[in-house]
């Protein structure tokens, strides 16, 4: 598969099967992720592979903070929302949580750590679409959340860029019209075609 048609064919994939990649699989993402740009060879990103239990850990913490943040813990519809949020690292059988580490003393800027993290994440996605795998790059309260840092063993100051959902599609991903560029682009100093 070339550039040009992993990155038009790749979706995001929310559903997938029981079957886990490999971690030769996985390896191969991360190797590809490490290409992508960084201003200063800083090379902010760190990635936390997770799967088996580890996953079912991170959805406990994800509770804990949900059920600090309710009025009330107790009813229906609150011990509802409580058991979804503790499942949802569940619904891959390999999670990629995928941090920027910026380094004070570096010559990059903070916010070009953060792009070069965001990068290396595209390439897990389309690197993972030409491996056949389907991923979904998540992020809410988990990726802001200081606990899922600490346990995670990353610093306050530190960001989750996004927790890469990894698996196999467990169901067909539909066309989409192609986004067109033109209404979103200003060309200046061009001639008139």
Do not use: C
């Not at 960084?38 to 903070?65: D, K, S, Y």
């Not at 920027?100 to 679409?129: C, F, V, W």
């Amino acid at each position: 598969m070339d550039v040009f048609e992993a990155i038009k064919g790749r979706r995001s994939v929310g559903k997938t099967r029981l079957e886990s990649p490999t971690r030769a699989q996985i390896e191969e993402l991360l190797a590809m992720a490490v290409h992508a740009p960084n201003h200063h060879l800083t090379e902010p990103w760190r990635f936390f592979v997770l799967a088996g239990e580890a996953r079912a850990q991170l959805g406990q913490i994800m509770q804990e903070n949900l059920r600090e943040k309710m009025s009330e813990t107790t009813s229906e519809k609150a011990l509802a929302a409580l058991a979804k949020e503790h499942y949802k690292p569940l619904r891959a059988p390999v999670l990629i949580v995928v941090a920027s580490k910026h380094t004070p003393d570096s010559k990059a800027e903070e916010i070009e750590d953060l792009e070069a993290t965001a990068a290396a994440t595209q390439n897990i996605l389309l690197a993972a679409h030409a491996m056949g795998l389907a991923t979904v790059w998540r992020t809410g309260d988990a990726a802001y959340n200081q606990r899922v840092k600490a346990w995670l063993g990353l610093e306050p100051k530190d960001h989750i860029v996004g927790i890469v959902y990894v698996g196999y599609p467990a169901m067909l991903v539909s066309e989409r019209e192609q986004p067109a560029f033109a209404n979103k682009t200003q060309w200046w100093g061009w001639p008139e075609e």
